[in-house]
């Protein structure tokens, strides 16, 4: 593609510790999200979906551990950076949409002080002012700290993870295997020491330098918005003062004017009204602009607020901006979680299942209402569902999920005219259709137990199209197109031909006239 590449996840990898073991809840994902475009991430539930929306929002349980695999944005590795640097970035550059808004909604606050609530908290501007111009030096210094806490964290998380399956090796292991398990772990155990006493020593040397530029930037942020506060001040005292000179003088005027006419005092009287009441607006306007200079007021608050309750369409927003979330319909909450995430102006957009519990109809009114959002504000989104309806409406690009494994990778038009992958045909057999008169077809089975992930490819025990190889080794991606790749070994070139089920290759078919009719 020759858009801007806005997100690119590579080799992610999320596990998550558990009293029955480690869940391994995604498995070396990755893909990129360009300028403009929407990414539809499909799959069943427990797929990983949801997991790795978090990992890009550094929202993820305690218990989770990061192994591998990085997030760039912006330059920057998204998972190596301080909560200091991420405060910056999450909701303000990158937000997120959950699936349930009267979840995500403070039942008894209204919904206006819920929109303005973010604009509120960051609205004094000569502080936003300081903490810019500190920004650099403390997000270096932050990030060194954040950098060896994630090492010394990788290490620790290394050791436990090689403890856990080493408590499962020894429960039938014999007094051979558990001296060399047990000298093993101890190596291991010493390694992680090391490797941690090495990076609090790097970091014990490179932090004193870092403190010192900071606490030097610090001193001359301060006198930078001291000086800033004192000018503004200044430029407001001489604009007063200037307008009480002007009112002065149009008073003046106006009374000799009428010292030479036959008009008589009533029209006097209105004439010094008028200078007064404009006089009154000049220094309202003077006011409000130097105090635009220092903090966003509650009234600019309100103001945005009822623009984004209208652009995102509940009506009578000046009315609804008192109410409360139950006094709402569960579209129309969803509108106002969609208009919290924007208050901020963020450039990519995650929406997690956000139709998921609305009735059809609502569904697609939301699902318009961010198309509309993401055409008007050029917004890059990442849409997960298991709704391959929903992907239908809103994908450029679709990334096809199971067992915390892209497996299927390409465009709208390519997953729904040529899918490869079982999973995917497994899928599309399920989506009610109402131009078909084949059966639906349920997928046998459930998802693999993720504590213990199957060797192979993780759908083989669930596919009619299985081969032995499927449960030995997983299959690599094969390329069917510059932008279409499917993990299967279907495509293998020593692969028996296979044809995709018929109830699938109906419903291209009728798919494929309908477009044609339309055009």
């Known amino acids: 593609m020759t858009a801007n590449k806005k997100l690119e996840v590579k080799d992610l990898r999320v596990t998550f510790k558990t009293d029955h073991g480690l869940v391994q809840a995604v498995r070396d994902v990755s893909f990129d999200l360009y300028e403009g475009e929407t990414l539809c991430i499909v799959g069943e539930s427990g797929s990983g979906k949801s997991v790795t929306s978090k990992t890009i929002m550094q929202i993820l349980a305690n218990n989770a551990i990061v192994e591998s695999g990085s997030i760039i944005y912006e330059g920057e590795n998204l998972l190596e950076v301080s909560e200091e640097e991420f ?3 999450r909701g303000h550059k990158i937000g997120m949409i959950f ?10 606050v209204r919904i206006g002080k819920q929109i303005t609530e973010a604009t509120l908290i960051n609205s004094n501007k000569l502080k936003k002012m300081y903490e810019e111009l500190i920004s650099k030096e403390l997000i270096a210094y932050k990030n060194a700290i954040a950098h060896a806490n994630i090492n010394i964290n990788k290490a620790k998380s290394k050791y436990e993870l090689l ?10 292991a014999s007094e051979e295997e558990k001296a060399k398990i047990k000298n093993e772990l101890l190596l291991a155990k010493n390694e992680r020491d090391e490797k941690i006493a090495t990076i609090k020593e790097r970091l014990k040397k490179v932090l004193p330098s870092l403190k010192s530029a900071l606490d030097k930037r610090k001193v001359e942020a301060k006198k930078e918005v001291r000086e800033y506060k004192a000018k503004i001040k200044n430029d407001y005292a001489t604009e007063v003062s200037s307008l009480s000179e002007k009112y002065k003088k149009d008073i003046e005027e106006c009374t000799k004017s009428f010292e030479h006419s036959n008009k008589d005092a009533s029209e006097l009287k209105k004439a010094l009204d008028e200078i007064a009441n404009n006089h009154k607006k000049e220094l309202h306007q003077t006011k409000k602009a130097y105090i635009d200079k220092t903090r966003v007021t509650k009234a600019e608050a309100k103001r945005r607020a009822i623009e984004i309750m209208r652009e995102v369409g509940i009506p009578m ?6 109410q409360y979330p139950f006094e709402f319909s569960g579209g129309m909450r969803q509108r106002i979680v969609i208009a919290i995430a924007l208050t ?18 609502i569904q697609a009114q939301i699902l318009e209402l961010i198309n509309k959002l993401k055409r008007e504000r050029n917004l890059s989104c990442i849409f997960i569902t298991h709704d391959l309806g929903v992907v239908a409406n809103m994908a450029d690009r679709v990334a096809v999920m199971y067992a915390g494994k892209i497996v299927e990778y390409g465009t709208a038009e390519e997953i729904f005219y040529e899918p490869k992958h079982p999973y995917t045909w497994a899928l599309l057999s399920s989506i009610p259709d109402v131009d078909s008169k084949e059966r639906l077809e349920a997928i046998p089975g459930t998802p ?8 192979g490819d993780a759908f ?7 081969m032995k190889i499927d449960y030995e080794y997983q299959p690599p991606f094969f390329k069917v197109s510059d932008t279409h790749y499917a993990a299967t070994w279907l495509l ?8 995709m089920p018929r109830i699938v290759a109906e419903r291209i078919k009728n798919a494929r006239k309908g477009g044609q009719n339309n055009e």
Do not use: G
């Not at 699936?99 to 008894?108: E, F, G």
């Not at 403890?163 to 039938?172: A, G, H, Y």
């Not at 927003?317 to 008192?322: D, L, S, W």
């Open 317 to 322: 927003p000046e009315k609804r901006f008192r």
């Open 460 to 466: 083989a025990d669930r596919s009619r199209y299985a």
């Open 344 to 361: 901020a102006a963020p450039d990519i957009l995650i929406c997690d299942e956000p139709t998921t519990a609305l009735d059809v109809t």
């Open 448 to 455: 693999p137990d993720m504590i213990y992930p199957p060797v």
């Open 87 to 89: 405060h910056k970035i």
């Open 163 to 172: 403890l856990i399956e080493s408590k499962e090796k020894l429960v039938n």
């Open 492 to 499: 293998h070139p020593d692969a028996p031909k296979v044809e």
């Open 99 to 108: 699936q349930d808004p009267l979840s995500s909604l403070n039942p008894i």
